[in-house]
């Protein structure tokens, strides 16, 4: 069975900083691996995906996420972090033989303005 | 417009109450599924579907019933709800699995109280 490990419940930055959100997964093979934003009283939001490929893959706002094989990792960046960046962002893994997504525990940014 | 919608966004009840939990997509797909969001979990799967009348336990389906009516609609039940399920309900869908990443579309979410 997949899962998902977001190390670090909550992370502050100040504006304009760089941002690195850390993502670990278990599966054995190559699984499909998506990023989600959740801003404050809404549902997750697509940030960006990525299954095979250019390891780095862009997302929208900014965003980007680098896929390694050999750390089963997918860590989200952002050069330049805006305040209106502070959200709950989620990792989250798919296998390639079903439908199921299983999410990480999430981290919630905070952007010091 | 929002493509898929919940309804009540926001619900207390006591313990012990029926709850029923709706959810409407006009995005055309097949699969629906029902989370669960609470503090340091992040979304657990509790129920999921694939078309009308059909029903996937998820990883957290205990006190949970659901059934999907149409291709549209998606509602979870609570019939003797319980403090534990006070929660964040999400409703997603998603076009079929075998068809690339099949990535998953999020409505707004209930906030549901047990009093």
């Known amino acids: 069975a997949q899962s998902v490990t977001q190390p670090d419940a909550r992370v502050t930055v100040s504006e304009g900083a760089s941002l690195q959100l850390r993502c670990k997964y278990s599966y054995s093979a190559t699984p499909y691996l998506f990023w989600y934003v959740q801003y404050p009283r809404q549902g997750l939001q697509l940030l960006l995906k990525y299954y095979s490929g250019d390891p780095v893959v862009q997302g929208v706002n900014g965003f980007e996420a680098e896929f390694s094989k050999s750390n089963s990792s997918f860590h989200l960046r952002k050069a330049s972090v805006h305040w209106s960046d502070s959200a709950v962002y989620f990792c989250a893994v798919r296998n390639n033989a079903g439908a199921k997504l299983t999410f990480g525990g999430g981290t919630r940014l905070t952007v010091r303005p | 417009e929002a493509a898929v919608t919940q309804s009540p966004r926001n619900k207390v009840t006591v313990t012990g109450g029926n709850v029923t939990l709706s959810c409407r997509q006009t995005?055309?797909?097949?699969?629906m599924y029902w989370y669960r969001q609470d503090t340091g979990h992040g979304l657990r799967l509790i129920h999921y579907?694939?078309?009308?009348?059909?029903?996937q336990i998820g990883d957290v389906p205990d006190g949970y019933k659901a059934t999907r009516t149409t291709q549209e609609d998606f509602f979870l039940l609570l019939e003797l709800a319980s403090p534990s399920q006070t929660s964040l309900y999400f409703c997603?869908?998603?076009?079929?699995?075998?068809?690339?990443?099949?990535?998953?579309?999020f409505g707004p979410g209930t906030r549901l109280t047990v009093l």
């Open positions: 995005n055309s797909h097949n699969y």
């Open positions: 997603a869908s998603s076009d079929d699995w075998e068809y690339n990443y099949a990535e998953q579309f």
């Open positions: 579907s694939y078309g009308a009348g059909n029903l």
